[in-house]
Structure formats: structure tokens, C-alpha cells
């Protein structure tokens, strides 16, 4: 035996396995020792999200993106946690008569950190290269600026902004639009604007001139970006110093940097991670936020005309066990409903919230005995000749989260004979819609959400017939609801304007245009020690980036 | 020119026609994908038409693919591969940056894994038909057979509140000096580099274990014996020696595909490399990085290939010939 | 005759081949021997291994061990289907180019090369996003991408039976090439086409499940492969469910095993002089870079 361990090739792997292990102990040591050095004052964020993936807000094609300049830039006004309208930049603001023409006033006294003062002249200087140049460099940013004609700045601390028509939900509609500080972007917006692409925002190419809270101090686009506080910010003073926004690709590496000290709170996790962060006994899990769910199934489509029925529309929905989904696919992450016309909307937008149907197959099956639709040998129904056999389109890198609803989708149809199938795509979009966005597709329906706004007029616009091959995801046409749908984007009276969405919404439920399955929550566990963490929160979960001011009362 | 020069040469013209249909082929690939990067992009509840049509333009895909082709290849010979289409950033810097990330990684466990399995088999082969040459042969075959995905969350399993199991560095550390940077990447680096040798290990035993036995086999190696040399010179200096050959051409093959980051390792360890912007790419339909890495990984076999072929030259006159 | 007594006596030989066997016939009889349905729940979420649910269930409630045995029909069906078609088609290619010479041969070298220069997995998965992610789909993509080692085996085998006698002597007395091919060449080539059907399995059900990590397997199949993802996106390692986790990775690599202890046991007994070692040492070097790729 001891021959054995005169073989040198023998020996050398024993060192080596005896130096791995010795390496092994001493960074188990030392992994200790160095989370509890970082500072309370940094706030470690460890997000399932996309990494940020550019400063540059006229390139900005992720949440992630958005969030960066959200809180490095001014925005003119804010929507908190309560999804309530605040002051950001302007600290009031008022309407013409006629309703064309905004007045911003501004709040006196606030500076870039280069020490210029923010005037009006940014905010109109940005308004205006954005709308002249939406149809090149400025076409992601311009979504942000709809029915703009011009702006300008009568002083340094009023701004007027003129629109092509009145705009109820202007304030929702451009809360994506920063001010930009005109001294630093007006020479890269020059001509046609090209030169504003090599615009990087990177700290490293030199200091970045902005007034938000926080402003970039370290950026990796494919890891953790490092914010900073900015003394000179004009709202209120967040009481942390640094945060970074830190990308998880998994959820168990996330939750696992959670419970071992690494990050301080992690979001945007699947309700699975909820269990073991629970067990730990000085992390808080909570849930935020109304993510939309839902099935988006045509309306008219050539191959199913039964699904133009309202009736076979209702049974569809009465069979869908909503929570069920909430309790099995979220662990109660979520709330049973799903439309694009969340209770939050209520009594501000609409007089009450919408129904959300019962789960109730009896029913659903009366409804379509009654319309005679047989079921055949395999249990499938035919509807008119036509089987009814669903295909539905959905984001499969967002399979491990919707799959278990999908899942009880399918299983709770099939019990009133109507077969759903799931196809989990990486564009499901096109996939849905068609190559030629003309809606002949092989598929029937489109599983996905859509992301909220404060205000319905974003979610309403989608039904009608202007969006047809671009977001109108059911291929619906009503030009009631059409006629309804422009007189509320124009009224800014909230009352008169509550009636017409009631009526709008009314209509789409006779219709049963939606089939919606739940509002998810977005999940945020964090260290008990820190306070105030749900103040990042938002309709759209969290963190909010549709306000500035959200990081301002965390502290450890 | 001698005939190694004229088999170099023929062996460089070969890589060099390879490279181009690889750079062909890939191109016609990624142009035929459905779907585009434009509906994938933040979908806006307010994104019109017309907002679409300018970003199509805008990222050339509405031309036709003969001038598209034109257009990469003349850019191509700059040495530009494009702009990403989720950050419009050149693709070159972002693929040379996350290779920058992969390589440390994958060499480590590479090199380990090659060299440990190297050790190994011969002294598999070496002790042919006993108990240890059986336990390594089974081992070997062992960690052949494991899915490396599964093994990497199985030592994330094992190794979660040990090592830190996703990311390459901690990046809160403030102004860390050069030993806690060091510290702190090879914490981070020691899981997956560990999944890539244990993958490599037994391939590598079990490749050497049998070329050797075959070298072993040889006359030269009978005649070594028969003249009294120790048994450790003829296990390295005859057999080994011999054994190297096919050896040499499966090194360079892996170091070859060393860029390729190991697809799976990375995703299972969130590795921010080649492998997982791959992963990345497809999903979010960015073809021009998809080609760059693509070319970039395809290249790098081509040029280890020639690499080996050379090598193989400078040990074995007979290839040559 | 002597090929599969030299067979039947291998330890190795038997040992990988009931492996298969039983692995197999649990693809086959799968629904009879599944204990609960492997689609809908049917215990706790994340519940541990238990009297009623042997491996535990899944995050969903689904039992683990009807999971695995649903999952062995997909695995299993690519694995074979895939490499019937690798070999197939490089045996067919391995063949011509051996037996043939000339142009032909070069040209399927050149072939063959550039196919091995190609990242595979990389490709895969480009190709599933191209194409589909349905079984059938994904069973030619891997079966058209793991022929090239083959080709190579196979030709450098006829390399060596062009020289044998036996063929020069079926010429002189005028046989054809088709007649030669397939009465001479082809049932010495038939074991290591055997051989390499086996072990191209190996790499085809790891291939799957390489696909299926990353999203690209058939979703509305269970296989082993998407059995781990599952695992890794919904948590199972935080949640300390290693039922979820082992047993689908655990299946494979027997499988895998099985494929290897077959396919060498075939190839050791087709070349005894060799003891342990291989047809031929470029065989082993060739074949590796097909599993490689798929890191």
C-alpha cells in the first residue's frame, strides 16, 4: 500500500486535493468576516431583472434601463406607492381652458451637479428634441411624449407644453420622459440627433451631469450597477448613501444571497423562493404591485367564430379557477382577477372595480350545452364544425412562472370540453399576431401580461381599433367603445370622465372581451433591519420607477 | 520549402477556408430566425407602427440580404461586428468582455481537469486490471455520465452558504485592495471552475488511460523494458510520449472550445461569460451578438485546430509525409 | 457468432446493457407504472420523500417518481430516436467516403470537419429557436448534429477492410460496389455502427437535457432534462427539495453509463488484441469532442 503513495503522479494529486480543501476552509472563513464589514448605509439590491443594460435614456429598452435614468434624472411629477399623483420637478401644474396647453411651475432653486441651474428651458429643450426626432434617434424614448406639438419656457421657471389635444392621462402618459439638461445634450442633439447614441452615461467616461436622487457612481451592464447619493437633488434626501442594483439570472442564487448576508433585499423572485425566505428568522417577505395575467384571446379570428360570442367567451371565463392559481402557481402572491382594469383604478377612474367571474364549471357547461355545442369522442367540443381547440402563445422565458397557471388553465377547461394547449415561445407576440400583425396566426390566444399605467387611458387605448396589428390584442373593433375611448382621453373633468369609463369598461364586459387570471404580486424579501422598504413599491411592483422619491425614508 | 512548411501552409489554407464558410453560414443563420429584436424591445402599451418601422430601419433589417451581407462582411474585415440590439453597444466589446470573463474561469478548470486526468489515467493504464485502475475507470466513467447542469446545482446545494455560488465578484466591495480582489474573484470562480474539471477529469482520464495502454502495448516500449529501464521512464519518456499524439489534438480541441464558456456551467453558476451571453442573446433574438459570439467561438476552435494540426507536425514526422 | 459470446462474457457488457434494458421498459410501460398522474397535483408542494410519495413531490404538488417515470419516455425517445439518426446518417457517410476515396472522401472531410468546428450546443440552440422546440424538432436537430464521429469511426474502419483481401478478390471476380459493400463491408461495419448507436444515445439524452436547461425542450413533454430546469427556476436548492433535484440527473447518468459500458463492452469485443483499449486510439479522441461541445 504504501508503494501507492510513492507514485509521484499519486502524490501530486493528493496535494492538490489537500490544497483545494485547505483554500475551501480559509474562504469559508473569510466570506463571513467580509458581509458584516459593508456599511448600513448601502442598500444591496438583488434583482430577478434584467441587468441594467444602458445609461443612455433615448436607448433605454428595459425596466432596468428606465430605472436608471428615473432616478438619476428630474421628472416633472411622480406617482408613489399609493399610485397617488406627486410634485417631482414642478410643484404644480394647470390646464388651459381649452385644454391644449399645459403650465408647469418649477421648483425654484435647483441645480445640476455641475452647479447649473435647472430651468425650464431643459425641460422644454428635451420635450422638443424628443418630438422632433421620434421618428430616428428619439423613436424608443418618444412613447413617452404621444400628441405633443411643442414646448416652451416663458421663464426660467414655468414651462408651457402644447398638445394636439386635450390629454387626461397626460401626466401618466410622460411620466417615462426625463429632463435632460440642455447644456450637456444640445450639442449631441444637433441635426439629426445621431450623435446622441454615443452618449454612454458611463462614470468612467467623465462625469455624468444630472438631478436626481442618486446618480450612477460604478455601471457593469451585465452585473450590478452602483448608485450614489446626489447632495444637490432638490427633493427630499434619500437616508442612504449607495445602492446597487444587482441581476440574479436564477432565483435560488438569489434567495441564496439573501440568506447568507450577501445582498440585503432580494425582488422580482418566483412565490417558490417564498418558503425559504420565511424560514429565516430575520428576513421579511412581502408582496406588491398588480401585475396583469391574463389570457388575450382573438376576438374575430376566421378559423373560430365562435369565439365573437359573448356567451362562449363567459363560459371560458367561468372556468378558470382563479384562486386556484393564486394558492397554487403564487402561494397567495397574487389576487384573483387579472384584467387590464385593476381595483387600484377604483373609485379615482371607475365607480367600482370590476366583477372578476366565479369559478363555476356547472354553469360554464349549461352555457355551452345550450348553444349545442356537442362534445366529440375525445371529449372535445365542436362548436359549428369546429373543434374547440385553442392554441395559446406564451414567453417562454417566463415559463417557470406562468406554467402552473397555465397549467390549471388547461386542466379546469378541459373539464367543460374545451382543449387549451401552450406553446412557450421567444416571441410570442409575433407568434400571436402573425408575421404580417394581420392576426392570422396558428395561434388563438396570447398568455402574457401587460404592464400597468397609472391611468386606465393607456390600458383602454388597447382596445380599440386605431391599435388593430399593434397592441389591440384580441382583434376587438367597437366604435362605441372607439367613441368612448376619445372622449375620456379629452376630459379632464374626473367625474364626467369616471361615467365614460364606466361605460367603456361596461362594454367590454357585455362583450367578455378579457379573460384575466390574476394580478401578481411582485415578491420582495428583505433584512428585517431595514425600514420602510415598502415605499419603493408601485403599481407595477417594485421598485416603483414611475416616482423619485421612493428610496427617500429606508434606512437600516 | 520543405514539405513541413508546404503542410503548414496547406494546413493554414484549410483553416483559412473554414473560417469563411463559418462566417458565411453563420450569417445565413441568423438573418433566417422569425420574430424580431423590435417586438421583444420594453413592450410599451403605447408603441405605434410607425415606431416600429424606424427601429427596423434603424437596425438595417429592411434591406435586402445580399447588401446586408455585403455590409458584414466589409465590417467584418474592420474588426466590427455590429451593435447589439437590446443595448446598442458594439457587439465586439461586449463579446470580447464577457470572453475576458469566461476565459479565467474555464481555463482554471480546464487546465485542472486536463492535467488531474492526465495523472490519472496513466496511472490507470499503467495499473491495468487492479482494484484502483477499476475505481478510477468507474469513477471516470462516473463523472463522464453526470449532467453538468445537475452537477453544478448539486454542488451549489452542498456549497451554498460555504462559497458564494452566482456571479463573479462581489461588487459592493469598496476600494478593495489587491488581495481581497484576488480573494474575492477566486471565491467566487472555485465552484464552476471545480464543475468544469470534474466534467473534464473524466474524459481526460479515460482518453489517456486508453492511448496509453495502447502506447504501452508497443515494441519501443518492450524494448525499453527489455534493456532495464525503470518503470517510470518508460511509463513517461517511452509510452507516454507516444500516447501524447491524440492527446495533443483533444487539448487543443477543448482549449478550442474553452470560449464557448461551458453554456450550461455558466447558467447554473449565473457567470456573467460567453456561455450564458449565448443563452442571453437567444432569448431577447439579438442576432448581431448572436453572430459575433458565433464567429467568435467558431473562429478560436479553427485557429486551436490549426494550433493542433502544427503541434501535431512538430511531434509526429509521419503526418507530414 | 464469436463477436456476441465474446459479448456475453463481459461483466461490463451485461451490467450496461440491463441498465438500458430496464430503463427502457419504464419508457415503455410508463403509464402503468406511474403511481399518480405526472401532471396534476397530487400531494404537498415541495413535500419531502414519504410513504405515499416515495421521491417526494415536485413545487407544484406533482409526484416526483411519476415525474421521473413520465420523463423516461421523452428522454428516452430522443435519445434513441436522435441517435438512429446520427448513425445512420454519418455510418452512411462514413461508408461512402471510406470505400469510395477520391473526391468523395475529401469532400466528406471537409464536410465533417467544418461540422465539428461548429459549437454545437450553441448551434442547437439556435436552431430549436428557428425551427420549434417539439420533440420531433428537437430530435433531428440533435440527430443532425452527432454524426460526425461516426463518419470518422466508420470510414477509418473500412479504411482498414478496403485493404483486407477479401475485397480485391470480390472485385477480380466481378462483384459491384453495392454487392461489395453490403456482403463484405457492411456486417464487419454493422457491430461498430451497434456501438456507436449506443453511445451517440448517451449524447443525445444529454444534449436534451442540455436544451431543456435552457429553456428549449419540448414544453408540453416531461423528460429528465426538463425536470431539472424545472428544479433550478423554481427554487428546489433554496428550498432544500433534493427530491426534485437527484433523482431526474440520477436517471440520466445511469442511462448514460448504460450506453457507455455497452458500447465499450461492443468495441473492446471487436477488438480483443487490445485488452481494455479501443478500436482505434483516433476513435475515443473523435468521439469526445461530440460530448464536449455540449458544455
Given at each position: 500500500m504504501n508503494q501507492l503513495f510513492r507514485r509521484p503522479a499519486l502524490r501530486a494529486?493528493?496535494?492538490?486535493?489537500?490544497?483545494?480543501?485547505?483554500?475551501?476552509?480559509?474562504?469559508?472563513?473569510?466570506?463571513?468576516?467580509?458581509?458584516?464589514?459593508?456599511?448600513?448605509?448601502?442598500?444591496?439590491?438583488?434583482?430577478?431583472?434584467?441587468?441594467?443594460?444602458?445609461?443612455?435614456?433615448?436607448?433605454?429598452?428595459?425596466?432596468?434601463?428606465?430605472?436608471?435614468?428615473?432616478?438619476?434624472?428630474?421628472?416633472?411629477?411622480?406617482?408613489?406607492?399609493?399610485?397617488?399623483?406627486?410634485?417631482?420637478?414642478?410643484?404644480?401644474?394647470?390646464?388651459?381652458?381649452?385644454?391644449?396647453?399645459?403650465?408647469?411651475?418649477?421648483?425654484?432653486?435647483?441645480?445640476?451637479?455641475?452647479?447649473?441651474?435647472?430651468?425650464?428651458?431643459?425641460?422644454?429643450?428635451?420635450?422638443?428634441?424628443?418630438?422632433?426626432?421620434?421618428?430616428?434617434?428619439?423613436?424608443?424614448?418618444?412613447?413617452?411624449?404621444?400628441?405633443?406639438?411643442?414646448?416652451?419656457?416663458?421663464?426660467?421657471?414655468?414651462?408651457?407644453?402644447?398638445?394636439?389635444?386635450?390629454?387626461?392621462?397626460?401626466?401618466?402618459?410622460?411620466?417615462?420622459?426625463?429632463?435632460?439638461?440642455?447644456?450637456?445634450?444640445?450639442?449631441?442633439?444637433?441635426?439629426?440627433?445621431?450623435?446622441?447614441?454615443?452618449?454612454?452615461?458611463?462614470?468612467?467616461?467623465?462625469?455624468?451631469?444630472?438631478?436626481?436622487?442618486?446618480?450612477?457612481?460604478?455601471?457593469?451592464?451585465?452585473?450590478?450597477?452602483?448608485?450614489?447619493?446626489?447632495?444637490?437633488?432638490?427633493?427630499?434626501?434619500?437616508?442612504?448613501?449607495?445602492?446597487?442594483?444587482?441581476?440574479?439570472?436564477?432565483?435560488?442564487?438569489?434567495?441564496?444571497?439573501?440568506?447568507?448576508?450577501?445582498?440585503?433585499?432580494?425582488?422580482?423572485?418566483?412565490?417558490?423562493?417564498?418558503?425559504?425566505?420565511?424560514?429565516?428568522?430575520n428576513l421579511t417577505v412581502e408582496g406588491f404591485g398588480l401585475g396583469e395575467l391574463g389570457i388575450f384571446m382573438k376576438y374575430r379570428d376566421s378559423n373560430h367564430p365562435e369565439l365573437q360570442n359573448p356567451q362562449v367567451r363567459e363560459a371560458l371565463n367561468l372556468a378558470i379557477d382563479r384562486s386556484g392559481i393564486v394558492s397554487s402557481a403564487f402561494r397567495g402572491f397574487a389576487t384573483a382577477g387579472g384584467t387590464l382594469f385593476p381595483p387600484a383604478w377604483s373609485p379615482q377612474y371607475l365607480s367600482s372595480p370590476l366583477p372578476v367571474p366565479a369559478f363555476d364549471v356547472a354553469k360554464a357547461n349549461q352555457i355551452l350545452d345550450g348553444l349545442g355545442y356537442k362534445r366529440g369522442s375525445d371529449g372535445v367540443r365542436v362548436a359549428n364544425g369546429r373543434k374547440m381547440t385553442y392554441q395559446a402563445a406564451g414567453l417562454s422565458s417566463r415559463r417557470d412562472t406562468y406554467g402552473r397557471a397555465a397549467d390549471s388553465v388547461k386542466q379546469t377547461l378541459s373539464q367543460i370540453g374545451v382543449q387549451f394547449q401552450f406553446d412557450w415561445v421567444d416571441d410570442p407576440y409575433t407568434a400571436y399576431m402573425g408575421s404580417n400583425y394581420d392576426y392570422k396566426s396558428d395561434y388563438e390566444a396570447y398568455f402574457g401580461g401587460v404592464l400597468l399605467t397609472p391611468d386606465p387611458d393607456a390600458s383602454l387605448l388597447m382596445f380599440t381599433t386605431d391599435q388593430l396589428g399593434v397592441y389591440n390584442l384580441w382583434n376587438y373593433s367597437n366604435t362605441q367603445l372607439d367613441k368612448l375611448y376619445s372622449e375620456q382621453s379629452a376630459n379632464y373633468d374626473q367625474t364626467s370622465r369616471r361615467t365614460q369609463l364606466d361605460e367603456a369598461t361596461g362594454i367590454l364586459q357585455t362583450d367578455q372581451v378579457e379573460l384575466g387570471l390574476v394580478w401578481q404580486q411582485t415578491v420582495v424579501g428583505w433584512d428585517s433591519r431595514w425600514k420602510n422598504v415598502s415605499d419603493l413599491a408601485g403599481i407595477n411592483g417594485w421598485p416603483n420607477i414611475l416616482s423619485q422619491d421612493g428610496f427617500a425614508n429606508i434606512s437600516y | 520549402m520543405s514539405k513541413r512548411q508546404r503542410y503548414v501552409l496547406r494546413r493554414a489554407g484549410a483553416a483559412a477556408v473554414i473560417a469563411f464558410v463559418a462566417i458565411t453560414f453563420s450569417f445565413v443563420l441568423f438573418r433566417a430566425l422569425p420574430g424580431d429584436a423590435v417586438s421583444n424591445i420594453a413592450q410599451s402599451p403605447r408603441m405605434t407602427l410607425e415606431i416600429k418601422e424606424v427601429l427596423r430601419r434603424n437596425f438595417g433589417l429592411d434591406q435586402p440580404l445580399t447588401t446586408q451581407y455585403v455590409l458584414y462582411l466589409g465590417q467584418l474585415a474592420h474588426g466590427n461586428m455590429g451593435r447589439s440590439f437590446q443595448d446598442s453597444r458594439p457587439v465586439t466589446e461586449v463579446v470580447l468582455r464577457a470572453a475576458a470573463n469566461t476565459i479565467p474561469m474555464a481555463a482554471l478548470g480546464t487546465l485542472i481537469g486536463m492535467v488531474v486526468g492526465t495523472l490519472i489515467g496513466v496511472t490507470a493504464a499503467y495499473r491495468q486490471g487492479s482494484s484502483l485502475d477499476r475505481a478510477i475507470t468507474g469513477t471516470s466513467m462516473v463523472l463522464y455520465a453526470l449532467p453538468v447542469q445537475w452537477l453544478g446545482l448539486l454542488m451549489i446545494a452542498l456549497f451554498a452558504g460555504v462559497l458564494p455560488t452566482s456571479g463573479m465578484s462581489d461588487p459592493y466591495l469598496i476600494d478593495p485592495s489587491f488581495m481581497a480582489t484576488f480573494q474575492d474573484r477566486l471565491e467566487h470562480m472555485l465552484l464552476p471552475s471545480t464543475c468544469m474539471a470534474l466534467l473534464l477529469f473524466g474524459s481526460f482520464a479515460l482518453v489517456v488511460r486508453s492511448s496509453q495502454l495502447e502506447a504501452l502495448a508497443d515494441d519501443h516500449v518492450l524494448t525499453a523494458r527489455a534493456k532495464g529501464y525503470r518503470n517510470r521512464r518508460v511509463v513517461w519518456r517511452e509510452a507516454f510520449r507516444s500516447a501524447m499524439l491524440p492527446l495533443v489534438s483533444l487539448s487543443t480541441l477543448t482549449l478550442g472550445f474553452l470560449i464557448a464558456g461551458g453554456i450550461l456551467t455558466e447558467t447554473v453558476f449565473g457567470w456573467p461569460g460567453v456561455g450564458r451571453l449565448t443563452v442571453q442573446a437567444v432569448s431577447a433574438r439579438d442576432y448581431p451578438l448572436l453572430q459575433g459570439i458565433f464567429l467568435v467561438i467558431t473562429l478560436s476552435v479553427v485557429f486551436f485546430n490549426f494550433l493542433g494540426d502544427i503541434l501535431h507536425a512538430v511531434l509526429d514526422p509521419r503526418v507530414t509525409q | 457468432m464469436s463477436l456476441l459470446h465474446a459479448l456475453a462474457r463481459r461483466p461490463t457488457m451485461s451490467v450496461g446493457i440491463s441498465i438500458l434494458i430496464a430503463f427502457t421498459l419504464m419508457a415503455v410501460f410508463a403509464s402503468g407504472l406511474e403511481p399518480y398522474s405526472p401532471v396534476a397535483p397530487s400531494g404537498p408542494l415541495f413535500g419531502a420523500p414519504s410513504s405515499a410519495h416515495w421521491l417526494g413531490t415536485d413545487d407544484a404538488g406533482v409526484d416526483m417518481l411519476s415525474l421521473i417515470i413520465a420523463g423516461s419516455q421523452n428522454s428516452m425517445l430522443v435519445g434513441f430516436a436522435a441517435a438512429i439518426i446520427a448513425v445512420l446518417l454519418g455510418g452512411a457517410l462514413g461508408i461512402i467516403s471510406g470505400y469510395k476515396g477520391g473526391w468523395s472522401e475529401t469532400g466528406v472531410v471537409a464536410v465533417t470537419d467544418f461540422f465539428l468546428v461548429i459549437p454545437a450546443l450553441p448551434l442547437m440552440i439556435v436552431l430549436a429557436a428557428l425551427f420549434g422546440q417539439s420533440i420531433y424538432q428537437i430530435v433531428l436537430i440533435i440527430g443532425l448534429l452527432s454524426w460526425m464521429s461516426v463518419t470518422y469511426v466508420v470510414r477509418a474502419l473500412v479504411h482498414t477492410l478496403r485493404e483486407r483481401g477479401f475485397v480485391a478478390r470480390a472485385r477480380s471476380l466481378g462483384a459491384g460496389d453495392r454487392y461489395i459493400i453490403r456482403h463484405h463491408i457492411l456486417p464487419h461495419v454493422a457491430p461498430l455502427l451497434v456501438a456507436q448507436t449506443v453511445l451517440t444515445v448517451a449524447a443525445a439524452v444529454f444534449l436534451e437535457a442540455a436544451l431543456a436547461f435552457v429553456g428549449l425542450g419540448d414544453p408540453s413533454r416531461i423528460s429528465w432534462g426538463t425536470l431539472i430546469q424545472t428544479a433550478f427556476d423554481r427554487t428546489a436548492v433554496s428550498a432544500g427539495a433534493w427530491w426534485a433535484i437527484v433523482p431526474p440527473g440520477v436517471c440520466i447518468a445511469l442511462v448514460v453509463l448504460g450506453c457507455f459500458l455497452t458500447g465499450q463492452a461492443v468495441e473492446e469485443a471487436m477488438n480483443p488484441r487490445l485488452g481494455h483499449a479501443h478500436v482505434s486510439h483516433r476513435s475515443f479522441s473523435l468521439r469526445t469532442p461530440t460530448k464536449d461541445d455540449e458544455r
Open positions: 494529486i493528493c496535494l492538490l486535493a489537500v490544497a483545494l480543501a485547505g483554500l475551501l476552509a480559509a474562504c469559508g472563513t473569510a466570506s463571513e468576516t467580509k458581509t458584516s464589514s459593508t456599511t448600513p448605509s448601502t442598500l444591496r439590491i438583488g434583482m430577478q431583472a434584467s441587468a441594467i443594460k444602458t445609461l443612455n435614456p433615448f436607448l433605454a429598452g428595459y425596466s432596468g434601463d428606465v430605472a436608471a435614468y428615473n432616478f438619476q434624472y428630474p421628472m416633472l411629477t411622480q406617482f408613489d406607492s399609493n399610485n397617488t399623483l406627486q410634485p417631482g420637478l414642478a410643484k404644480s401644474w394647470s390646464t388651459s381652458p381649452d385644454g391644449k396647453t399645459w403650465t408647469f411651475n418649477l421648483v425654484n432653486g435647483a441645480k445640476w451637479t455641475d452647479g447649473q441651474p435647472i430651468t425650464a428651458e431643459d425641460a422644454a429643450f428635451t420635450i422638443n428634441t424628443v418630438v422632433r426626432l421620434k421618428d430616428g434617434v428619439a423613436a424608443n424614448i418618444s412613447i413617452y411624449a404621444p400628441g405633443i406639438v411643442k414646448a416652451w419656457a416663458p421663464d426660467p421657471l414655468t414651462l408651457k407644453v402644447e398638445l394636439e389635444a386635450p390629454q387626461s392621462a397626460f401626466l401618466s402618459n410622460t411620466n417615462g420622459l426625463p429632463v435632460l439638461p440642455m447644456h450637456v445634450w444640445e450639442p449631441l442633439a444637433k441635426g439629426d440627433g445621431n450623435k446622441i447614441k454615443t452618449f454612454t452615461g458611463d462614470p468612467k467616461d467623465g462625469p455624468v451631469v444630472v438631478s436626481g436622487p442618486f446618480v450612477v457612481e460604478k455601471w457593469d451592464p451585465n452585473g450590478t450597477t452602483i448608485f450614489t447619493r446626489v447632495d444637490s437633488y432638490y427633493g427630499p434626501k434619500p437616508k442612504i448613501s449607495r445602492w446597487g442594483w444587482q441581476v440574479f439570472t436564477n432565483s435560488d442564487a438569489a434567495v441564496q444571497a439573501l440568506t447568507s448576508g450577501q445582498i440585503d433585499i432580494v425582488a422580482g423572485v418566483p412565490a417558490t423562493a417564498v418558503d425559504p425566505i420565511k424560514s429565516s428568522a | - | -
